[in-house]
């Protein structure tokens, strides 16, 4: 299966808590993106990598994330002190380097925070 | 402010009849156009995808949209609803940025 990649697929944590997901990007995709979903709404845009270089930030993205490309490969989105809020699922998708690609995305990772 | 509406929260049809999923979008700009499908605790689906071709567009899974450029709409159709294609369906857009915008989704309900 050559499809986009995320680790864990659950991850349940207490507040205050530091947690890191995993993606893994569609092995010839250059552009990365992370996106959140919260329960009964659409994703929302979050992040955005063109090979190694992070190019746009949401301004959801507060001071407590962090987002690495280490390479262009495989990228990882850290939340420090987790907060209740942050509990939702984070998607990962990836796209070719062309203007407008589709955007394949990932299972993505469900995040609880107790 | 660009934005997609997906104008209705719940769908519920009974399995063989048709099926209609409403997107409005509203921006300045010809976007590129997306309905994704998400099945529970599961990643996006791509279902089709409109890029300024076509302005009918055949998908997966005999789900098709039209765009209309008047109406600002991108509804997605199927003649004849099958208990498999229960899920939640996402329409996004494109407007040549780095991210797509989703609609809050719509939840698809098929009774047998």
């Known amino acids: 299966d050559t499809g986009v990649s995320q680790d864990p697929r659950h991850k349940i944590t207490k507040r205050g808590q530091n947690v890191t997901f995993r993606c893994d990007p569609i092995?010839?995709?250059?552009?990365l993106y992370w996106y959140r979903q919260t329960l009964g709404q659409g994703p929302e845009f979050l992040t955005y990598?063109?090979?190694?270089?992070?190019?746009?930030k949401s301004r959801l993205l507060s001071d407590r994330f962090s987002a690495e490309r280490p390479k262009g490969s495989f990228s990882t989105l850290e939340i420090q002190r987790t907060e209740q809020g942050d509990s939702a699922m984070y998607l990962c998708?990836?796209?070719?380097?062309?203007?407008?690609?589709?955007?394949?995305f990932g299972p993505g990772t469900r995040l609880t925070v107790l | 402010a660009q934005s997609v509406t997906q104008l209705d929260s719940h769908v519920s049809v009974s399995e063989g009849t048709p099926v209609l999923l409403r997107c409005n979008y509203s921006?300045?700009?010809?976007?590129?156009l997306f309905w994704y499908v998400q099945h529970p605790n599961k990643g996006l689906q791509l279902l089709l995808k409109?890029?300024?071709?076509?302005?009918l567009v055949k998908g997966i899974n005999g789900f098709e949209a039209e765009f209309k450029k008047s109406e600002t709409s991108f509804h997605l159709t199927k003649p004849s609803a099958h208990m498999s294609d229960a899920a939640e369906y996402f329409c996004?857009?494109?407007?040549?940025?780095?991210?797509?915008?989703f609609g809050g989704g719509t939840r698809l309900m098929v009774k047998p």
């Open positions: 998708a990836s796209s070719a380097d062309r203007r407008v690609d589709t955007q394949y």
């Open positions: 996004a857009y494109n407007n040549a940025g780095n991210m797509l915008t």
């Open positions: 092995s010839e995709h250059n552009r």
């Open positions: 921006s300045s700009y010809s976007p590129s």
């Open positions: 409109y890029t300024s071709a076509a302005t």
């Open positions: 990598f063109q090979n190694e270089a992070q190019l746009e």
